[in-house]
């Protein structure tokens, strides 16, 4: 589904992505691990529009996004749940649900998204009138996950979805995760804790210093020597 190739991304001088390449297939959720600062959320950034490539390609459904602008990347089913929430503080729970959908014209489909989204977060419905900004950090990135399913993706971008959360709700969150990708949302997850991230990856990358140092399936690295000593505690 997701291709990207030879990807390099530039601040100024400074070369953020060396080079990195990786694919998503249709319905896994592939998992890109790495220290603060490796570069992952720079890649999800250049997948989704939000930054330009220097040079390389990313290919979604065997089409040519690298310089397509952000909303029309969504149009194509690429949604991405950003670092730290990023939520509409001033605006209502189900006024942030609403603006994800905003490229969508299919009310029917609006509204059956929108009962999902209840049905997967029933804290969100319970507080679909409360205002954004007045949510806890859990119910934050619960609100985050939905406004992205409802823009109907192919593919979510999950940026660090536990940032910040307790471990009970971290755990609930990757819970949903799944949920998520059992009904056909393919996944590319960005995250920092990566003994929860390789559990439910079907694949992984490892990014240092913007290149990718290694790749397996998730319980590989989760079972690597390397990646124990690096990243698990071990």
Do not use: W
Not at 52 to 69: C, F, N, Q
Not at 70 to 84: F, L, N, T, Y
Not at 199 to 210: D, F, H, Q, S
Request: aromatic share 4%; proline share 3%; with cysteine.
């Amino acid at each position: 589904m997701l291709k990207v190739n030879d990807l390099v991304v530039r601040y100024g001088v400074i070369e953020a992505i060396k080079g990195i390449s990786f694919e998503v297939d249709d319905g896994e959720i592939v998992t890109l691990i790495g220290a603060n600062g490796a570069g992952k959320t720079t890649t999800m950034h250049t997948i989704s529009g939000l930054l330009k490539a220097y040079s390389g390609s990313i290919i979604l459904d065997d089409k040519d996004i690298t310089k397509v602008p952000p909303h029309k990347i969504v149009e194509m089913g690429v949604a991405q749940c950003p670092e730290r929430r990023r939520v509409f503080a001033s605006q209502s729970v189900e006024d942030n649900l609403l603006l994800g959908a905003y490229t969508r014209k299919d009310n029917d489909g609006i509204k059956k998204d929108l009962d999902n989204v209840y049905e997967l977060f029933p804290r969100l419905l319970e507080r679909k009138e409360q205002l954004a900004g007045t949510l806890s950090g859990g119910e934050q990135q619960m609100l985050a996950m939905g406004r992205a399913l409802m823009a109907k993706p192919k593919i979510m971008l999950l940026d660090e979805p536990s940032m910040g959360l307790s471990p009970l709700l971290v755990r609930e969150i990757f819970d949903i995760i799944k949920d998520i990708n059992s009904q056909g949302v393919t996944i590319l997850l960005v995250e920092q804790n990566a003994k929860m991230a390789l559990g439910i990856a079907n694949r992984a990358y490892v990014i240092e210093t913007g290149k990718i140092v290694m790749s397996g399936s998730g319980q590989e690295l989760l079972n690597s020597e390397d990646i124990k000593k690096a990243y698990l505690g071990g």
